[in-house]
């Protein structure tokens, strides 16, 4: 996909329930082909079965999105060829790091899982950081947790001129947060009122239908940039996404080009 200002993203999407009956039936046969035995090896520190399914379909659609990418550009890898672990320490502690073959493009991915799907976003320029969430009704507390009055305005405003229900721009609200502390590698450490947003510049639909998300009448699909008000403030160019009782976001900024 093709996000304003020209990067390229290649987004996959996994349902967990293939995924759930491979590892069921034999954990390391088709998993085997697509994870390295690290990989399936790292998805055990998941004790509940639930989470380690969704660990492993979040590998399976990183493998998808870093090979697919790479293929459009010329570069044609194997998974095996892949490898994906993740910072196990400091201020980026759980994000993904993709090993390549020497000659390989560096390659930045992101993950993300809910549900019934798991989500993932690779790129060779920049950093990228997706969120997905199944939307779901908030409790009182949650706006004035999460969003500044600002952001509450604009979401707000958002939520009436796309005539979409109230709970499906929150859900999408909170993966713009996730989304993007995620493309820093900081997780949700920070409070969440000091990781913002200041509201999103729309260019136009999507071409490519997302399958599971966006394949159904009445989904919302939009290319966007908008400004963070945290940290280090940068200008992101993204994509934010509404279907299939899903809200989806994806955030990236391009490498920083020598002056």
């Avoid at 976003?121 to 950093?127: H, I, L, N």
């Avoid at 290319?223 to 403030?233: A, C, D, F, M, V």
Wanted: proline letters at 8%.
């Amino acid at each position: 996909m093709s996000l304003p200002g020209g990067p390229s993203l290649t987004l996959a999407v996994v349902p967990l329930a293939p995924v759930r009956l491979a590892w069921a039936s034999h954990p390391e046969g088709m998993l085997g082909t697509v994870l390295t035995q690290a990989e399936l090896a790292v998805s055990g520190m998941h004790r509940l079965p639930e989470r380690r399914v969704a660990h492993l379909a979040g590998r399976v659609a990183a493998k998808s999105a870093l090979l697919h990418h790479l293929a459009a550009s010329g570069v044609r890898l194997v998974a095996q060829e892949l490898g994906i672990s993740q910072v196990m320490a400091g201020p980026e502690q759980g994000r993904p790091v993709v090993q390549v073959p020497p000659g390989t493009p560096a390659c930045d991915v992101s993950i993300s899982h809910s549900k019934d799907l798991a989500v993932a976003v690779a790129t060779t320029g920049g950093r990228v950081g997706v969120d997905l969430e199944a939307v779901q009704p908030r409790g009182p507390g949650f706006h004035d947790e999460v969003f500044t009055d600002v952001e509450q305005d604009w979401l707000m405003h958002c939520q009436r001129h796309h005539g979409r229900e109230p709970d499906e721009l929150w859900s999408l609200g909170w993966c713009l947060k996730e989304a993007l502390v995620k493309r820093t590698g900081h997780g949700l450490r920070d409070s969440l009122q000091q990781v913002g947003f200041t509201g999103w510049e729309e260019h136009g639909p999507l071409s490519a239908v997302i399958p599971g998300l966006t394949d159904a009448p009445g989904a919302f699909c939009v290319r966007i940039t908008l400004n963070s008000t945290g940290p280090g403030r940068e200008t992101l160019s993204g994509l934010l996404a509404l279907g299939r009782g899903y809200a989806l976001a994806v955030l990236h900024v391009p490498e920083a080009r020598p002056a």
